[in-house]
């Protein structure tokens, strides 16, 4: 069974799940291999695994904060799969509206029928709810996520007079990057404050070694070059970039190396020249990989 529904609205792009076997679990018996070779791969930070199995059995949402590419997504895709629950991501936009979330009546040629939004589709069916860089939604959203992130757990929908009463299995969790915030685009405390939330940075050096390994298949050496490049190029705050080095840029540096791309070029393609378009900016960052992966490469 395929734990992950996508529904990025305005954005339709697959999620590429890589599996991997749970960390630390007795792996006793078929079943057991079944459930795990079904968990996509997710290298711990610090006890979030535990803390998010304990908000899902006590019905509480939660809140993910952290830099872009760091790992909230497939934390949130690990968890789903763990708990044996499905997942509805919605990659947010600054157009999308309650109505998106909730559903809306459509023509067809049986007349009018209510097509439930995927809010609505994970309160029915008590799925985990992903609203990923939530802040961006429109502000009407919140009206329909504050009744749903508090005691009540209940979806009103206005347009069919409904009052979805959310199982137990349902868990609404909304990230976003407060490096991008600004006055304008933030969490309101009223909403803010319904939420248990979790921190999430860079994993430490070994962890995201351990990543680049296992989602690139490069070796320790390699992983452990780029891993210092990070660090590195995450040193650099007087330069323009908007962002700085992630873990995802690293994993598309690995794979271009893995596939036979030397590594010079790799790390120019998936990191200096994701991360600015500005000339100046780009040449101080590949003066430092230049420095730390050599001219070689
Ligand atoms: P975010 O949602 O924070 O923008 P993602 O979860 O999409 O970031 O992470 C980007 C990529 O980085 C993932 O597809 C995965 O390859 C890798 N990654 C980052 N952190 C982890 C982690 N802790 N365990 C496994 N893979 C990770």
Not at 28 to 46: C, D, I, T
Not at 143 to 160: F, G, K, N, S, Y
Request: glycine fraction near 8%; proline fraction near 6%.
């Amino acid at each position: 069974m395929d734990h992950t529904e996508q529904q990025r609205l305005g954005a339709p792009e697959p999620v590429a799940l890589r599996q991997a076997p749970l960390g630390g679990q007795a792996n006793s018996g078929a079943a057991q291999r079944l459930l795990e070779a079904q968990v996509p791969y997710y290298a711990e930070q610090a006890g979030e695994v535990a803390l998010f199995e304990h908000a899902h059995r006590q019905c509480l949402p939660l809140l993910i904060k952290g830099p872009t590419g760091c790992g909230k997504t497939r934390f949130v895709e690990h968890m789903a799969a763990r708990l044996g629950r499905p997942l509805i991501t919605v990659s947010c936009h600054d157009d999308l509206s309650a109505a998106d979330l909730v559903g809306r009546h459509l023509i067809g040629p049986e007349g009018t029928v209510w097509a439930d939004g995927p809010l609505a589709r994970a309160v029915r069916t008590g799925a985990i709810c992903y609203l990923d860089e939530v802040v961006e939604a429109r502000k009407d959203t919140t009206v329909v996520l504050h009744p749903l992130a508090d005691d009540r757990r209940v979806l009103p929908i206005e347009r069919t007079g409904e009052q979805l009463v959310a199982p137990p299995g349902f868990m609404l969790v909304i990230s976003y990057n407060p490096g991008y915030q600004n006055l304008l685009k933030s969490l309101k405390p009223s909403t803010r404050q319904r939420f248990i939330a979790l921190n999430f940075g860079y994993p430490a050096p070994a962890v995201e070694q351990a990543i680049l390994q296992t989602e690139a298949g490069v070796d320790a050496a390699l992983a452990a070059r780029l891993v210092k490049l990070a660090e590195a190029l995450r040193r650099l705050t007087d330069h323009d970039v908007e962002e700085t080095a992630s873990t995802r840029l690293l994993v598309m540096a690995a794979r271009l190396v893995a596939s036979g791309v030397p590594l010079l070029p790799a790390c120019q393609a998936a990191i200096v020249n994701a991360l600015t378009d500005d000339a100046d900016t780009a040449a101080a960052l590949d003066e430092v990989v230049r420095a730390v992966i050599g001219h070689g490469g």
